[in-house]
């Protein structure tokens, strides 16, 4: 087959599956999308690539990196308090495999139909298989979850719990059996955009954790301008992980692993009932430590000794 058939092929098989919006004036088959943007709302915009190999094992059913490569991108909205609204995709293919392409929209546009995301536009190329999805959401002016908001004396939170993605991902690479329920976490991330959004006016700095709790909160501190003060040992574990690896090992994938795509955040300890009670019909929040002044990102177990991981989080090009 032509590959110019072949691409245009696929989009119309993309085309013919996607959803749409009243405020997506002309989407997929044009130039270009056009976009009406809601009156007094803010746009945001976040994008994330996925590569075969890096991000998901290569025999990852399509279906599931279909819902991957859309979860870390509404991660990100997430992150902001944003409401999801649009997206664009980019498909590298080794080929024009329709397969492939059907069961990846299977994945991707159940999650998509889930938040009311519509897609709108995108790409396709030959090439390795590659991933790279933009997202476009609204938000209130004014109140945005940010990195820059954390202040000394504030509560540290993560949601859900953390390491079964990095867990699943150190099972795969040392060959063995890969527990189901990890895979799962790996295979699967829940995009906690409802918290995000009943966070704000609550949380004074958000982030979610894609490279590891820890080097991601370097970022904030970053940010803030603050220290963090981490207490490992505090750090919410699934029945799974705590089933398949020992104390050390935990502490290390929980707070270095990535990949889980849970919300860390702060807030002012006088409103830790409210954080409680926003969260609540959303997603499990735990408190896991607090906010001090410019020491960076410190780590302790539950006697007060510091811990030492080696390194924070995951390095793109290392």
């Known amino acids: 087959m032509d590959s110019k058939v ?5 989009i119309e098989r993309i085309r013919r599956r996607i959803a749409t ?3 997506v ?5 044009d130039d270009a999308a056009l976009l009406q943007l809601p ?7 976040a994008m994330d690539t996925l ?8 025999e990852t059913a399509p279906a599931d990196i279909g819902w991957k490569a859309l979860a870390v991108n509404l991660s990100d909205l997430a992150a902001m308090g944003a409401l999801p609204a649009w997206c664009t995709l980019s498909l590298s293919l080794p080929d024009a495999n329709s397969d492939f392409v059907d069961g990846f929209l299977d994945g991707f546009l159940a999650l998509a139909e889930q938040h009311d995301i519509a897609l709108v536009g995108g790409d396709t190329a030959r090439g390795p298989l590659s991933i790279c999805v933009t997202v476009h959401g609204f938000i209130e002016p004014g109140t945005a979850l940010r990195r820059d908001g954390a202040c000394v004396g504030d509560d540290l939170w993560v949601s859900g719990s953390l390491g079964d993605a990095a867990a699943a991902l150190s099972q795969w690479r040392a060959g063995g059996a890969i527990d189901p329920g990890l895979r799962a976490r790996l295979d699967r991330p829940t995009p906690r955009v409802s918290l995000g959004r009943a966070l704000r006016g609550i949380a004074t700095s958000c982030i979610d954790i894609s490279d ?3 080097a991601d909160l370097g970022h904030v501190c970053k940010a803030s301008d603050v220290g963090v003060r981490v207490d490992v040992d505090a750090l919410p574990a699934s029945q799974a992980l705590r089933a398949c690896f020992d104390a050390e090992a935990i502490r290390r994938l929980q707070a270095t692993g990535g990949d889980d795509y849970e919300l860390c955040f702060s807030a002012p300890v006088e409103l830790r009932s409210a954080v409680i009670e ?4 959303h997603a499990p929040v735990t408190r896991i430590g607090r906010i001090v002044s410019r020491n960076g990102v410190s780590a302790l177990d539950a006697s007060g000794v510091a811990w030492q991981p080696g390194q924070a989080g995951f390095r793109h090009f290392e």
């Open 6 to 10: 072949a691409e245009f092929d696929l």
């Open 21 to 23: 919006r009243s405020d």
């Open 25 to 29: 004036l002309l989407g997929i088959g």
């Open 39 to 45: 009156a007094g709302m803010q746009l945001v915009v």
């Open 51 to 58: 590569n075969s190999g890096v991000h998901f094992p290569p």
């Open 212 to 214: 590891g709790l820890l």
């Open 278 to 281: 926003s969260a609540s019909t």
